[in-house]
């Protein structure tokens, strides 16, 4: 759209500039152009740290602005394919400095705000300052208001979304926090499209939304999109639009919860807090078939996508009776379920619906709370302590817990804090049982199960994350010809596995930065698909070769960003459960990846030092040479 918005709202002032080409040709879009961004604010181009950030009160590590300080900005950004008609692009980025974690920190999600603001006429809108009182943005048709939100502060998302609507226009979509976000909860959620309950989940981005006393972002308008080459995009986009349910027909039919028994039948689902190797008839209990055949009533579909693996779930009678919106996703029933050994699905659904409406990262509230389990079980947690009996399958103890991390009460203002911060209060043992990456709790895929997860939630810039390499689909059976294999690998082989994962990260990036779903790989959509599609939406030269170069520099800069705030080869590891303890039983175990022996490998495939820090002759190579600077460990430039 050529524009970008900036809300200062400590000043109120609204600026409007041009979204720069340069940088788009460079990063594409979404979290690409978020890392452009924030490295620029944070740290300047040259990167020698200083610049707009400087050093000062509220300050954290590299003498940067903390995640929650006034100054540190927030972005949400869509990409070139979003609101265009390529399948599955319906996704926008939130980036930020993570208040979880203290590093990059981004966020996707699918649903209908990306469009929208693309629609009102902007690529992205900046968020600095802090309000006086509580505030909300309404961006329409070219223009932005700052409004008063004091009547929505302290209702739930679900609340707000009507609300705002009903002030602004029916059809606007809202971007809100609900009271995690308002009490910053380090893993509060950025909750999208009301009941639809589409989450910028993870890193806890709707703290900083909190912390700006923002409580939410409404969007709608009638600009056209504009698109380089229109039937061009049109002849590329038909074929595949057709031919992708039928690639994955179980998607829409039972949503992501449907692969849940197979996953499990791998070892590739946690089980009590990452201890357990199976649990074949508690998969089952909380699948996506029991889903569309007790309490389904519809699918969601985000805007452009033939896939339809949302669910719409009602409980109209018993003891969760009200529950009426967005049906759990894979994740969700993975942590607040098998992770705390809760097999009842109307209790998961709702206490996944009591994340939604409090707006928090089911990924970190189910593992916060498997962890508290078992720091009840070892004695290091009491029923004083969290004001219930926190035993494993204890459906009441899992909601009681959601609520009070979602309001920052009792021990939930603890483990709000994340399973880091928890194990440090905590003592003792606990940082053994504390699973999690650079400060992000671990998702629901477990690296015993495939080798080359364990090396993508080492090396993931954001923690923990499944999503930034998405290995697990590939060596599930996705053949990835792009990258030349014709095979399914062996998901317990070490040769190779460098490489193939730091392949799937630049691609991701890609996908993230163009916005496009990531589960189109499972219905047939390859990187150099995305390539032909961001040709015909931008009218540049994209090809594989490109983009996947494009997709590495994204990648490395996210790297940098973090070196800047002292990550490197200390922090690429896994938890200690996840690394040295063999599950024992099910389809992996007596795995553990052997991450010592993969990520030479890795590192000397993307050109970084051994001690994981990108070498300046690739950074040269990717045009990343004047974001530099001097580097650890590497002569002064």
């Not at 509060?188 to 700006?212: E, I, S």
């Not at 194990?423 to 690296?447: I, R, T």
């Not at 990531?518 to 939406?537: D, E, Y």
């Amino acid at each position: 759209m050529g524009k970008l918005l900036v809300a200062d709202l400590t000043s109120r002032k609204i600026t409007q500039q041009e979204t720069d080409p340069k940088l788009c040709a460079e990063f594409i879009g979404g979290s690409g152009l978020g890392a452009a961004l924030l490295y620029d604010f944070y740290f300047g181009r040259a990167g020698h740290g200083g610049g707009r950030a400087g050093a000062g009160a509220g300050c954290g590590a590299a003498g940067v602005p903390d995640a929650l300080a006034p100054e540190s900005p927030l972005w949400f950004l869509t990409g070139p394919l979003c609101g265009t008609i390529a399948p599955t692009s319906g996704r926008h980025a939130v980036v930020a400095r993570s208040p979880l974690t203290g590093i990059w920190g981004e966020s996707d999600s699918g649903g209908g705000f990306g469009p929208a603001l693309k629609k009102a006429g902007f690529d992205g809108v900046c968020i600095v300052g802090q309000a006086e009182r509580p505030v909300y943005l309404w961006i329409h048709d070219g223009e932005c208001e700052i409004r008063d939100a004091a009547k929505v502060w302290g209702r739930d998302t679900y609340e707000t979304d009507a609300a705002l609507r009903a002030e602004t226009a029916q059809k606007a979509v809202v971007a809100a926090i609900g009271p995690a976000g308002e009490r910053c909860v380090p893993m509060a959620a950025v909750m999208h499209d009301g009941r639809d309950a589409r989450a910028a989940g993870r890193c806890g981005l709707g703290a900083v939304m909190g912390a700006k006393r923002l409580k939410a972002i409404v969007a709608a308008g009638s600009a056209r999109v504009p698109v380089a080459d229109p039937d061009a995009l049109r002849g590329a986009v038909r074929e595949v639009a057709k031919t992708m349910p039928d690639k994955n027909p179980g998607l829409g039919k039972n949503g992501t919860a449907g692969s849940i028994a197979g996953i499990e039948h791998v070892g590739d689902l946690p089980i009590r807090n990452w201890r357990d190797g199976s649990w074949e008839e508690g998969a089952a209990s909380l699948s996506g078939q029991r889903m569309t055949d007790t309490i389904l009533t519809d699918r969601y579909h985000c805007p452009t996508c033939p896939l339809g693996c949302g669910r719409i779930v009602r409980i109209g009678a018993g003891k969760y009776a009200g529950v009426d919106g967005a049906g759990p996703e894979y994740e969700s029933l993975g942590t607040l379920g098998a992770m705390c050994l809760v097999d009842d699905l109307e209790a998961v659904t709702y206490a996944s619906e009591l994340c939604n409406r409090l707006g928090l990262d089911t990924i970190s509230a189910g593992a916060a709370i498997a962890f508290a389990m078992e720091a009840y079980e070892k004695g290091l947690l009491s029923k004083k302590d969290a004001g219930c009996e926190l035993l494993w399958g204890d459906a009441a103890a899992v909601i009681d817990m959601v609520g009070q991390i979602g309001r920052a009460e009792g021990l939930g203002k603890l483990l709000g804090q994340g399973v880091r911060r928890a194990a440090a209060e905590l003592g003792g043992l606990a940082p053994e049982w504390a699973v999690h990456v650079k400060g992000l709790e671990a998702p629901a895929h477990d690296p015993r199960a495939y080798n080359s997860v364990g090396v993508g939630y080492a090396t993931s810039n954001r923690g923990a994350c499944h999503l930034q390499g998405f290995t697990h689909i590939p060596e599930r059976g996705v053949i990835m010809s792009d990258f030349g294999y014709t095979a399914v690998a062996d998901r317990f082989g070490v040769a190779g596995k460098g490489k193939f994962t730091a392949l799937m990260q630049d691609a991701m990036c890609v996908f993230d930065a163009a916005k496009t779903c990531k589960f189109a790989l499972t219905a047939g959509v390859q990187p150099s698909t995305v390539a032909s599609w961001l040709r015909c939406v931008t009218g540049l030269p994209w090809d594989y070769d490109t983009m996947m170069l494009a997709g590495e520099r994204m990648f490395n800069l996210k790297r940098l960003f973090n070196v800047r705030l002292g990550i490197s080869r200390k922090d690429d590891v896994l938890p200690p459960r996840l690394q040295l303890h063999k599950r024992g039983s099910g389809g992996a175990a007596e795995n553990l990846p052997p991450l010592e022996a993969m990520l030479p490998e890795y590192y000397q495939h993307r050109g970084w030092s051994e001690e994981g820090i990108p070498l300046r002759e690739r950074l040269e190579q990717l045009g990343l040479g004047k974001w530099a600077g001097d580097l650890p460990g590497q002569p002064a430039k």
